[in-house]
């Protein structure tokens, strides 16, 4: 192997001993140039997901990587709405977008990869549910169901109403569903007078 190939050889050996990533400053600490960087992404070994962090493409990954790479990119970023929904198979609506929510503090951010929505929260609204998912390697954050439900009738005028309705159906439906959660958090999120009737009314059915 060329001197060359051999740089590449300790960059992927070291982004495969820190579960497949690396950021910029700690690669060049390790005596990887920009150079080798640069050409192990032109030749799609690493992929770019924000300046100055990377990881490998050809690595065996968790299920849900994408939210892991959103994690890695902005450990504040927490996954909500409809990826989240998704996540808990409350709705059969696939985004082309990972909706990811943050404090409203936050300066405006965006990835290479994955493609995210970015909904800015009210610290109260941000804090409020969030559960950190370990996987086996890594981890990510993301709102519990019943706070996910009452943040998709907050956003219903943007997102559609079928969709929050749909979701509140599929979740009283489930065995694990906490009727007293899922009200604390339509108060805290300040649609109370808006799911409860909906609630009542499909308990009823």
């Known amino acids: 192997m060329n001197q060359k190939g051999n740089i590449l050889e300790e960059l992927i050996n070291y982004l495969k001993n820190n579960n497949g ?8 600490n390790n005596g990887i140039h920009t150079r080798t960087i640069s050409k192990a992404v032109e ?7 924000k300046p100055g962090l990377y990881k490998l493409v050809d690595f065996s990954r968790e299920e849900y990587s994408s939210f892991i790479d959103i994690y890695r990119a902005k450990n504040d970023a927490v996954i909500c709405l409809l990826s989240a929904l998704e996540y808990y198979d409350l709705t059969t609506f696939n985004p082309s977008k990972i909706t990811v929510a943050v404090p409203n503090n936050t300066d405006k951010f965006n990835l290479n990869y994955p493609p995210i929505e970015v909904y800015y929260f009210s610290n109260k609204m941000y804090s409020a549910g969030i559960q950190e998912i370990q996987k086996k390697n890594d981890k990510f954050k993301i709102y519990s169901p019943e706070k996910s439900i009452a943040d998709i009738f907050r956003y219903r005028n943007k997102l559609g109403e079928d969709i929050a309705l749909e979701v509140l159906g ?9 009727i007293n959660e899922l009200r604390e958090f339509g108060k805290k999120c ?15 059915q």
Do not use: C, F
């Open 170 to 178: 599929n979740y009283l439906q489930k065995p694990s569903a906490d």
């Open 43 to 49: 030749k799609n070994i690493i992929e770019k997901i």
């Open 21 to 28: 990533y690396g950021r910029m400053k700690e690669l060049k």
């Open 190 to 204: 300040r649609v109370k007078t808006i799911i409860n009737p909906y609630i009542k009314a499909m308990l009823n």
